[in-house]
């Protein structure tokens, strides 16, 4: 059925690129869930006061929901603009790995490095350094290392997608600080 949509040429491809001034979301979000639009402002106010720790366990607390569904599915607001540029989801560490290497952003190896990182005999990887510290990786191929300072994640790229095992492993065991 998409197939013949988009052969059809009456409909277009919902990329899930939004934009919007944050007034009008603020309001779009109160008419659709007035619960939710007050604990997100509760969340904005807390990071306002410099109260970060309060602000990620409100935050936290919040139950994910798909702004496609709650919000723009209901809008008259709402403006389709066509567009003719390359788009990837980049929903894993994988897809932005490769994007990353098509713009140019790998070594000779097809690493992608960013940050305080050393590779020795490393391909095909890709390693973030965002912890304020060194990062190593030395005889491996095919791995994705971020490190946030709070947190490091290794993982084989081909495996990146299972990073929404360890969210809601994490959220289960009530670490929402590290969501």
Wanted: negative net charge.
């Amino acid at each position: 059925m998409a197939q013949g949509y988009v052969a059809g040429g009456r409909h277009l491809w919902n990329s899930g690129l939004f934009a919007w001034p944050a007034s009008t979301f603020q309001e779009e979000l109160a008419a659709a869930d007035p619960r939710l639009a007050a604990r997100v402002t509760e969340v904005a106010t807390a990071q306002r006061r410099g109260e970060e720790d309060h602000a990620t366990s409100l935050y936290g607390e919040i139950q994910p929901v798909a702004v496609d569904t709650l919000i723009f599915e209901r809008t008259r607001r709402l403006t389709v603009v066509r567009g003719s540029f390359s788009w990837s989801d980049l929903g894993t560490f994988a897809d932005l790995h490769e994007t990353r290497l098509r713009t140019g952003d790998g070594d000779a190896a097809g690493n992608v490095l960013e940050g305080e990182v050393v590779a020795l005999e490393a391909a095909n990887s890709f390693v973030i350094a965002r912890g304020g510290r060194l990062v190593t990786v030395v005889g491996v191929e095919g791995l994705a290392v971020v490190d946030s300072g709070d947190a490091l994640l290794v993982i084989p790229l081909d495996q990146t997608q299972r990073v929404k095992e360890i969210v809601e492993r994490l959220r289960a065991e009530g670490r929402t600080d590290l969501l």
